[in-house]
């Protein structure tokens, strides 16, 4: 090496080539330990447990979050609950290090609650019973405006335990011909708008009386009214 010449090592870091494949390693290096450094800090958490199921969630302008848990940094967040039809929430969160923040909330339209007896969305109906019911309410804004709905629907869907509920009309003497054997269950319909209702099947063409009659007395008998549920009739000889 006393004459000057440059070893076969020197020659390889000399390459510009060689220079540039490490000079692009070390910018990714510093690229992946500013990233590791970046989601450390990221140490707040906001969980989502919102009703509809499929609500948009947005935060800070970011529309990609649904329900379950996220992690943030330290700061204040505007999230905003939103779903088409439905009557859109904001809150303003102030997210401290190591904080772990709950959003539980539910939407409606105008207060009204049409869009849960819905069978497309009945399982934004279980989330809406879970988080909003009188008795565990655990809405972040304490909104206890479903409650009295979802007191009603469990009234009404409790009926279910009874159905299918059977009985016959008949004239004297009874006979299959003249005896208008009824079922009644209780299940969506598309005759109901796809919500849930009594589906009547009898015999006869059309609906009678009579069959209504004994339908409201089989109802009051288990507890239940006829006039707080929709229902529909169809005709099935095989009953």
Not at 82 to 87: I, M, P, R
Not at 98 to 108: K, N, P, Q, R, W
Not at 207 to 221: H, K
Request: hydrophobic share 35%; charged share 20%; glycine share 4%.
């Amino acid at each position: 090496m006393q004459d000057g010449s440059v070893s076969p090592i020197g020659n390889f870091f000399r390459n510009k080539w060689v220079r540039a494949i490490l000079a692009v390693d070390i910018l990714a290096i510093i690229g992946i330990v500013t990233v590791v450094i970046y989601n450390l800090t990221k140490n707040a958490i906001i969980d989502f447990t919102i009703a509809p199921i499929d609500a948009t969630i947005t935060v800070n302008g970011n529309s990609n979050y649904h329900n379950g848990s996220f992690q943030f940094h330290p700061g204040t967040y505007e999230v905003t609950i939103s779903h088409e039809s439905l009557d859109p929430k904001t809150f303003i969160i102030e997210l401290q290090p190591d904080s772990d923040v709950a959003i539980t909330t539910f939407l409606s339209e105008d207060g009204i609650f049409d869009f849960y007896k819905l069978k497309d969305n009945y399982s934004s109906y279980l989330m809406l019973e879970r988080i909003a019911s009188p008795n565990n309410n655990q809405t972040t804004d304490h909104d206890t405006s479903a409650e009295e709905f979802i007191l009603q629907q469990e009234q009404k869907n409790s009926i279910s335990e009874f159905t299918p509920i059977r009985f016959a009309i008949c004239e004297n003497p009874a006979t299959r011909v003249n005896c208008d054997a009824v079922e009644v269950t209780y299940d969506y319909s598309e005759k109901c708008d796809n919500q849930k209702c009594l589906i009547i099947k009898g015999r006869k063409e059309e609906l009678t009386n009579d069959v209504i009659t004994e339908l409201t007395n089989q109802l009051s008998s288990r507890g239940y009214n006829l006039d707080n549920y929709r229902y529909i009739y169809e005709q099935d000889t095989e009953i």
